[in-house]
C-alpha cells in the first residue's frame, strides 16, 4: 500500500495531526507516474524544487556564548553563560538556546570557520569569497549564482529573493549579482525597487484601462527578435501586473494567511533596525519558507544587529531567544512540511569575537574563528563540525572554509561544483567556490 | 617517438591517398534511409588518407609500430556536386586479411607486418581502396610521457580546472591543468607520495589505474576502460618504468584537421581527422586524443572519436580542437538552400560580402526597410536618441533619393555622436568616479575621449594617446585610464580585450587554453607597462604617471625569469633604460601591420550596430573563434586603415550599406537567422537611451547631480550617477569596472518591468503639469487625432495605422464621453493622454531599436 504523507500539521504544543493519503493496496506497481503526481498534487505536495534560506547576523554574533562555551578557560574569558546539554549526548550549547538545544538533532553547528576577514560587511556570507583580488565587476552573490545557473522555478517567482533591507551600514549591503549583471541581483522586497510594487497614483481600473490599451498597441511582431528577450519582457511584465494586482509572490509573502499556530511559533519579532544593520523579524523566516515553497531558490535574510563591543552577555541574552525561536520554528516548520531534504538553512555573520572580553564587557572582532549553524538540506544533522582551542581563539579540529559550506549548499542545491562554471567580464570560466573547496563529507 | 607512426622525413610527407574510383553501377535504387535526404545519386566514392595540407595526394597508409592508427576517410561526391562525409556509410574490408584492422568508424589499427589493399564499400555498392603497408606491428618503444601519456589525462578530464588540473589539486593529487606543464605532472605521479601512485612490479595494481577505473572508489567515478588503446598505454609505460622520454625527442609543433571546412547538411556528420605534426617532421593521428568543442552549441557536437554532427540550424558553426597546447579549428557550413535573388543593388563591399555569403548558405535577405524605421533605427544606433517628429515628419517628406545617406552624415557629423559614442568609450576605458576627489579626473577624461570623437581624431592616435599617456590628468586627461587600470597585469589585459580583441588572462598563471598565447606572451606584454611610474598628482586622488628609467623586463610567473617586451607573435624590443616602452607598444600596436588592432575595432563597431559581432563576443577574437563571415571582417579591416583609421568613415560606411538598413521583418527563410546579417537584429534600447526616450516622449528633464537640468543620460560623464537613478541601473547601465562590453546587461528582469510600468518616476513624469499628457490635453487648436499622429511620429517616427488611431481616439472618447463638467473633463482627458502615453512606452516597438 503506497501512503503519501499530506500536510502535516503538528504544532508547538506537540500534538501532531497528520492527514494522509492511502491509495490502493498494491504498492507502487499499480500506479503510473502521472497518477502518482496527480495523487501528491491532490495532497498538496508539489514535487519540490531545491532551495536555500540564508540567514545573516550583521555584525559577527559571539561564537564562544552560542555553540562554542570555553567552561574551562579564565573567567574573563568564559563570560557568565553556561552550557546546556542538547538531544545528542556529547554535544552542549549556551543556556539561552534552549529550543536549539532541544532539537539539535536537527542541527549542524560548525565551530571552526577560519577564512573571515576583518571587515563588517555580508561578502563573505553571501559570496564566499574574499574581496580581495576580485575579477572585474566582483564576485555575485550565491543566489545570483543560482539564479543564473538553475533559473526560475515558476514564471512568477523570482529564483532569488532577498528580505533584508537597505541596511544603514553600507557594507552590510555589499554581495550583488557581481560580473553576472544587474538582472540576476536579488528581487529585493526593501529598498528601491519595493515602491515599484505598490500601484503608484492610479486606481486598479486605470491600470486595467492600461492593460487593455497596452495589449492594443503592443502589436509589433515578436518574430522579429529570435533571440527571446521579447518573449521574456512580455512574460516579466505579465508578472509586473499580476504583482500590482494581486498574485502569487504576493500571496507568499503575506505570512498572515499562515495558520495562526504556526505564526505563534515563529514569535514575535522587532521590525525596527537595531543598530546600523538589520530588524529581528522572525516573520521573515517564516516568509522565506513560503517564497521557497512558492518557487524561490535562495533566500535571503538579514537579522539583528550583533557588534558587541559592549554589554555582549546584556544583548546576548537579549538577542539569542529570539534566533533561538525563529531558527527551531523554521526548521521544525520545514521538518513538519516535508521539506527538510529539500530546503538547506544556513545562519551566519562576517567573523567571530574575542576570546578576551574587554573594559565595556563586550568583546570586539575576531576574525580568526567564526561559527556557523547548517539544518535540513538532506543533510547529516545532528553533529558539531570542528572545534576551537582552549580559549576559543583558533581553530584547533577541522578548519572549514566558507567556501567549503557554499560548496556544500550548491551540492544539496545539485549543482557539481567541479563542472559548473560562470564565466566572468573577461571572458574566464570562473568555478563557483574558491579552489580546493569541496562539499563537505561529514555533511553529506 | 618511434612509436607515433612516422612518416620518414620529407618521404613521408607525400602521402596522402586519393583513390577515386568512379562507379557505373547500374542499380539506381535509392540510398537507405540512414543517410537521410540524399541530394541525387552518389557518383564516385574517395578514400583518402592525408597527413599534411603540404601535399595534395599519397600513394599509401604506411602504418609502423604497434601503436600507429589511422582514421580513414571516405567522402562521397553526389552527381548534384554535393560532397558528404561517407566514413560511417561504408563498410571497410582488408585484402589480405590480417595485416591492418578496419574498425567501423574507419579507423585503421596494424595487426601484422605486410601489404594490404583497403576497401571501402558503400551500400549501393561504390568502391574506393587504398593500400597499406604495415612495418614494425610487433615492436614496442619506449613511451613518450608528455607526448604520448600527458594527452590521456587531458582526454579524460583528470587534468581539468574542477579535478586534479586546479592549482591545489583534488584530494592531494595535483596535475597540471590541461597538460600545460608535464615535467611537474611527471614528478606528482612518478615521485610524489613515496611513488604510491604507480606499481612497477605490477602495473595493473597501480592507484593511478586502479582509481581512473573505478575499481577503487574515486571522487570522478570511471574515468578508463580497462580494455581502451589509453589503459594499455598506460600500462605499457608503467611497465617500461615510467620514461620520461629523452631529452632530444620530438615535441609537438602544431596540429592539423582535415577536413578544414565542408559544407554539411541539416542533420549531417562529418568526421574529423587530427594529425599531429613533431619537431622532427614526424606526423601522428591523434584524433581519438584530442578534444573537441563546437562554439554553438546550438548549431553542432562533437565527440570523442571526432565525430561533428550538426544540427537543424543554418549558418556557420565552428569546431575548436585541441591537443597539448596546440589548436585547430573545423569550419562546418550548413546552407538553407534556398534560393537567393532578386537581391537590392549592392552600396559597398558590404553588401557584396554578404550577398555573397547569403548565397552560400542559401538565405534569402529580408526586405529594405522603410523610411521610418531606418530613421529611428540609425539615429538610436548613431546618437543615441529618437528622431523629433519634426525630423521624422521632414525626412519622410524629403524626395531626394540620397537622403537616407544625408541623414547617416548630419547625425554623424552632430555633437549627439561624440554624445553616445563617449559613453560607450568611457565605459570601456574604465572613467569610473569612487570617491569625490575623482571627480576632476573622470570629467577631464570623458571630454578628452568626447572631443577626440567630435573632431574625428584618428582611431591609432587615439589609443596611442592613451597608452602613452603620461604627467597629471588636467594637463593630460588620459592618464586617467591608469588609475583605474592600475598594474602591469591589469595594463596588459585591458590592452589585449580592448584594442586586440584578445582576452588574455589565461595566460598569466598557464598557457592559454584556447589560444596560442602561452605566459611567455603574456608577460612579454606585461613588460611593456614594468616602467610607469606613480607618485602624487596636485590633488588627493590624483596621480601624476611618469616613465620610471629603467630596462622594461617582466618576471614570468611559472618560469621567474625575466621576460623583454613583445608585441603577440612579434620579436621582443631592444628598448633602452631611456625609452619609454608604452610607446614601442604604442607603435607596434597602432601599426597598419598590426593584425589585431583594425580588425578587433572594426568587429566592435559592427556589433554596435548589427548587435552581434563578426566574431562574437566581440573581444574575444581567438584563433578558435572564427568569423561568421571572414572575407568581410578582412575587408572591413583594410578599409578602416586605408581610410587612417577613421571612426565616422566606418560608421557612414556600415550605415550606408543595404545591409544595415534591411528590415527586421523576417521572411519564410530567415526567421531563425543569427550570424548572417540576412535581417536587421533588433535590440533593447540600453539603459542611457531609454531613460532620454522617456523624458523626451513625456517632455520631462532628468537632473542629474552637479550637471546641468535637462543633461541627457548618454552624455554623463561617468558612472557615479548609476547610485542615484534606480533607473540607469535596473536597466544595465555599466559601472566601468571592466573593459568588457559585456558588463552592459541587456537582460530583462522583473524589476525593469516593474519600474516601466509602475515606478513613481515613471508616474511622475506622464502626469507632470507641464508634460506632455498636459499639453496634449489642453491643445484645443488640434483635433485628438492630430494628437495622436504626434505622439506616433514622436515614439516610433511614423504615422499611426487606421486601427491604432481608432484605438487611442476610442480611448479617449471613453474617458472622456459623459463628463460635462469642464474641470472633470479636463483631468478625464489629460489622463486619457498619459494612458496612452504610458501605453506607448510600454510595447516592444518603443523599447526595441528595429
Not at chain 2, 291 to 314: C, I, R
Not at chain 2, 687 to 692: C, M, N, R, S, T
Request: with cysteine; aromatic share 8%.
Amino acid at each position: 500500500m503506497l501512503t503519501i504523507y499530506g500536510r502535516k500539521s503538528r504544532f508547538c504544543d506537540g500534538i501532531s495531526r497528520r492527514n494522509f493519503l492511502k491509495i490502493g493496496a498494491l504498492g507502487l506497481g499499480g500506479l503510473t507516474l502521472p497518477q502518482l503526481l496527480q495523487a501528491e498534487a491532490n495532497s498538496g505536495i508539489r514535487r519540490s524544487h531545491k532551495a536555500v534560506i540564508m540567514i545573516y547576523l550583521p555584525g559577527g554574533p559571539p561564537h564562544q556564548d552560542m555553540f562554542d562555551l570555553k567552561m574551562d578557560a579564565p573567567s574573563e574569558i568564559r563570560g557568565e553563560f553556561k552550557p546546556i546539554k542538547t538531544n545528542v549526548s556529547g554535544i552542549q550549547i549556551c543556556e539561552h538556546l534552549p529550543r536549539m538545544a532541544a532539537m539539535m538533532d536537527k542541527l549542524i553547528p560548525i565551530r571552526s570557520i577560519s577564512d573571515a576577514t576583518d571587515d563588517h560587511t555580508d561578502f563573505m556570507c553571501m559570496t564566499g569569497r574574499s574581496k580581495r583580488n576580485q575579477p572585474p565587476g566582483s564576485w555575485p552573490s550565491f543566489g545570483s549564482i543560482v539564479a543564473k545557473v538553475q533559473g526560475q522555478t515558476h514564471p512568477a517567482i523570482p529564483s532569488y529573493i532577498g528580505l533584508e533591507p537597505k541596511m544603514q551600514h553600507h557594507p552590510y549591503n555589499a554581495a550583488g549579482p557581481g560580473f553576472l549583471g544587474v538582472a540576476h541581483r536579488s528581487f529585493k522586497l526593501e529598498g528601491e525597487g519595493k515602491p515599484d510594487m505598490v500601484l503608484n497614483g492610479i486606481t486598479l481600473d486605470r491600470l486595467a484601462d492600461r492593460k487593455a490599451l497596452l495589449a492594443g498597441f503592443d502589436q509589433f511582431r515578436r518574430d522579429v527578435d529570435a533571440s527571446g528577450l521579447m518573449a521574456g519582457l512580455d512574460s516579466f511584465n505579465e508578472q509586473a501586473f499580476g504583482m500590482m494586482t494581486s498574485s502569487k509572490l504576493l500571496e507568499a509573502l503575506d505570512f498572515q494567511r499562515e495558520d495562526k499556530r504556526t505564526i505563534a511559533c515563529y514569535g514575535k519579532g522587532d521590525a525596527k533596525p537595531h543598530g546600523d544593520a538589520a530588524p529581528m523579524l522572525m516573520e521573515q523566516f517564516l516568509v522565506a519558507r513560503r517564497l521557497v515553497e512558492a518557487g524561490a531558490r535562495c533566500v535571503t535574510v538579514a537579522f539583528g544587529f550583533w557588534d558587541y563591543h559592549g554589554n555582549n552577555h546584556k544583548l546576548a541574552r537579549e538577542d539569542l531567544p529570539m534566533l533561538d525561536q525563529g531558527v527551531t520554528a523554521l526548521v521544525e516548520d520545514l521538518h513538519q512540511r516535508g521539506l527538510d531534504k529539500d530546503v538547506s538553512v544556513v545562519v551566519w555573520g562576517e567573523f567571530g569575537r574575542t576570546p578576551t572580553i574587554n573594559k565595556d564587557a563586550g568583546r570586539d572582532h575576531w576574525p580568526r574563528v567564526s561559527c556557523a549553524l547548517l539544518a535540513c538540506g538532506g543533510m547529516k544533522t545532528g553533529q558539531v563540525i570542528g572545534a576551537t582551542d582552549r580559549l576559543g581563539g583558533e581553530p584547533a579540529e577541522r578548519p572549514v572554509l566558507f567556501g567549503e559550506v557554499f560548496a556544500t549548499l550548491y551540492h544539496n542545491l545539485g549543482i557539481d561544483v567541479n563542472r559548473v562554471t560562470i564565466t566572468d567580464l573577461s571572458g574566464r570560466p570562473q568555478y563557483l567556490v574558491e579552489g580546493g573547496c569541496q562539499p563537505m563529507k561529514e555533511l553529506i | 617517438m618511434l612509436n607515433r607512426s612516422p612518416f620518414n622525413s620529407a618521404a613521408a610527407f607525400k602521402f596522402t591517398l586519393l583513390v577515386f574510383v568512379i562507379c557505373f553501377a547500374s542499380t539506381s535504387k535509392p540510398v537507405e534511409s540512414a543517410e537521410r535526404n540524399q541530394p541525387g545519386k552518389v557518383t564516385s566514392l574517395q578514400l583518402q588518407v592525408q597527413t599534411s595540407s603540404e601535399n595534395e595526394s599519397t600513394q599509401m597508409l604506411h602504418l609502423r609500430g604497434a601503436d600507429s592508427r589511422q582514421q580513414l576517410l571516405v567522402t562521397a561526391k553526389f552527381d548534384t556536386g554535393e560532397v558528404r562525409d561517407f566514413t560511417r556509410q561504408v563498410s571497410y574490408e582488408s585484402s589480405p586479411s590480417g595485416i591492418v584492422q578496419i574498425d567501423k568508424s574507419g579507423r585503421a589499427t596494424p595487426v601484422a607486418d605486410g601489404t594490404a589493399t583497403i576497401t571501402a564499400k558503400s551500400k549501393d555498392g561504390l568502391l574506393a581502396t587504398i593500400s597499406v603497408t604495415v612495418e614494425q606491428s610487433g615492436k614496442v618503444t619506449p613511451v613518450n610521457f608528455p607526448n604520448q601519456i600527458v594527452p590521456i589525462f587531458t582526454k579524460t578530464g583528470c587534468n581539468a580546472g574542477g579535478c586534479h588540473g586546479k592549482s591545489s589539486g583534488q584530494n592531494g593529487f595535483r596535475l597540471s591543468l590541461l597538460g600545460f606543464e608535464p615535467t611537474e605532472d611527471y614528478e606528482h605521479l612518478v615521485k610524489e607520495a613515496r611513488g604510491r601512485r604507480l606499481f612497477p612490479a605490477a602495473p595493473d595494481r597501480s592507484l593511478l589505474l586502479l582509481k581512473a577505473t573505478g575499481t577503487m572508489p574515486h571522487g570522478g567515478g570511471k574515468r578508463l576502460e580497462p580494455d581502451s588503446d589509453d589503459y594499455k598505454l598506460l600500462v605499457r609505460w608503467i611497465r617500461q618504468g615510467m620514461p620520461y622520454g629523452k631529452t632530444n625527442d620530438a615535441t609537438i609543433a602544431r596540429i592539423e584537421v582535415f577536413p578544414k571546412e565542408r559544407t554539411m547538411t541539416p542533420d549531417g556528420e562529418q568526421q574529423l581527422v587530427v594529425m599531429a605534426h613533431y619537431t622532427d617532421s614526424s606526423t601522428e593521428d591523434v584524433t581519438r586524443s584530442a578534444l573537441y568543442e563546437p562554439n554553438d552549441k546550438d548549431m553542432a557536437k562533437a565527440d570523442a572519436t571526432g565525430l561533428v554532427k550538426v544540427f537543424e540550424q543554418p549558418g556557420d558553426v565552428a569546431v575548436m580542437i585541441r591537443y597539448q597546447a596546440q589548436v585547430a579549428v573545423f569550419r562546418a557550413t550548413v546552407p538553407l538552400g534556398a534560393m537567393v535573388e532578386n537581391l537590392p543593388t549592392p552600396r559597398n563591399f558590404i553588401d557584396e560580402l554578404v550577398f555573397k555569403k547569403l548565397k552560400i548558405v542559401g538565405m534569402p535577405p529580408s526586405e529594405l526597410c522603410d523610411d521610418s524605421t531606418f530613421l529611428r533605427r540609425v539615429s538610436v544606433d548613431i546618437s543615441g536618441r529618437l528622431p523629433t517628429p519634426e525630423e521624422a515628419k521632414r525626412f519622410l517628406n524629403d524626395t531626394d533619393p540620397a537622403k537616407r545617406d544625408k541623414w547617416i552624415s548630419s547625425l554623424v557629423e552632430s555633437p549627439q555622436y561624440a554624445d553616445y559614442f563617449a559613453n560607450k568609450w568611457g565605459a570601456l576605458l574604465r572613467n569610473r568616479r569612487t570617491a569625490p576627489t575623482q571627480t576632476r579626473g573622470t570629467y577631464a577624461f570623458y571630454s578628452w575621449i568626447r572631443d577626440g570623437l567630435l573632431v574625428n581624431k584618428s582611431y591609432d592616435k587615439f589609443v596611442s594617446e592613451i597608452l602613452t599617456a603620461s604627467g597629471e590628468i588636467r594637463q593630460n586627461p588620459p592618464v586617467a585610464w591608469y588609475r583605474q587600470v592600475n598594474n602591469p597585469n591589469a595594463e596588459l589585459e585591458d590592452t589585449g580585450q580592448l584594442f586586440l580583441g584578445m582576452r588574455l588572462q589565461c595566460a598569466q598563471c598557464h598557457h592559454h587554453p584556447f589560444e596560442k598565447w602561452s605566459q611567455q606572451d603574456y608577460y612579454g606584454l606585461a613588460a611593456f607597462f614594468t616602467q610607469v611610474g606613480r607618485k602624487p598628482g596636485g590633488q588627493p586622488g590624483e596621480e601624476i604617471i611618469y616613465h620610471k628609467r629603467g630596462l622594461a623586463t617582466a618576471t614570468n610567473k611559472k618560469t621567474q625569469r625575466p621576460v623583454k617586451p613583445a608585441g603577440l607573435g612579434a620579436a621582443p624590443s631592444n628598448l633602452s633604460p631611456d625609452d619609454d616602452p608604452r610607446q614601442a607598444l604604442a607603435d607596434w600596436i597602432t601599426s597598419k601591420d598590426n593584425p589585431y588592432f583594425a580588425r578587433s575595432l572594426v568587429n566592435r563597431y559592427w556589433k554596435h550596430f548589427f548587435n552581434r559581432g563578426l566574431v562574437d563576443p566581440e573581444d574575444d577574437m581567438r584563433e578558435t573563434n572564427p568569423p561568421t563571415n571572414p572575407e568581410l571582417l578582412d575587408a572591413l579591416q583594410k578599409n578602416f586603415i586605408e581610410s587612417g583609421f577613421d571612426l565616422k568613415n566606418l560608421v557612414r560606411t556600415i550605415c550606408e550599406s543595404q545591409i544595415y538598413q534591411l528590415s527586421s521583418v523576417p521572411n519564410q527563410f530567415n526567421k531563425i537567422d543569427k550570424q548572417n546579417f540576412s535581417r536587421y537584429y533588433p535590440k533593447r534600447l540600453t539603459a542611457e537611451v531609454l531613460f532620454d526616450a522617456v523624458n523626451q516622449t513625456t517632455k520631462s528633464e532628468s537632473s542629474f547631480d552637479g550637471l546641468p537640468r535637462g543633461t541627457r543620460a548618454v552624455a554623463l560623464p561617468d558612472n557615479s550617477f548609476n547610485a542615484s537613478s534606480y533607473f540607469l541601473t535596473v536597466f544595465g547601465r555599466p559601472d566601468s569596472s571592466s573593459s568588457c562590453e559585456c558588463e552592459r546587461s541587456q537582460d530583462a528582469s522583473l524589476a525593469q518591468s516593474l519600474h516601466l510600468l509602475n515606478a513613481k518616476e515613471i508616474q511622475e513624469k506622464l502626469a507632470k503639469d507641464d508634460g506632455r499628457a498636459a499639453l496634449l490635453a489642453t491643445d484645443n487648436l488640434r483635433n485628438d487625432d492630430e494628437k495622436i499622429r504626434e505622439l506616433y511620429y514622436r515614439v516610433y517616427s511614423r504615422e499611426p495605422k487606421e486601427k491604432e488611431l481608432a484605438l487611442a481616439t476610442g480611448y479617449i472618447h471613453k474617458r472622456t464621453d459623459g463628463k460635462d463638467d469642464k474641470a472633470e473633463l479636463t483631468v478625464a482627458k489629460r489622463q486619457a493622454y498619459e494612458d496612452i502615453i504610458w501605453a506607448l512606452i510600454n510595447t516592444k516597438e518603443f523599447l526595441f531599436n528595429h
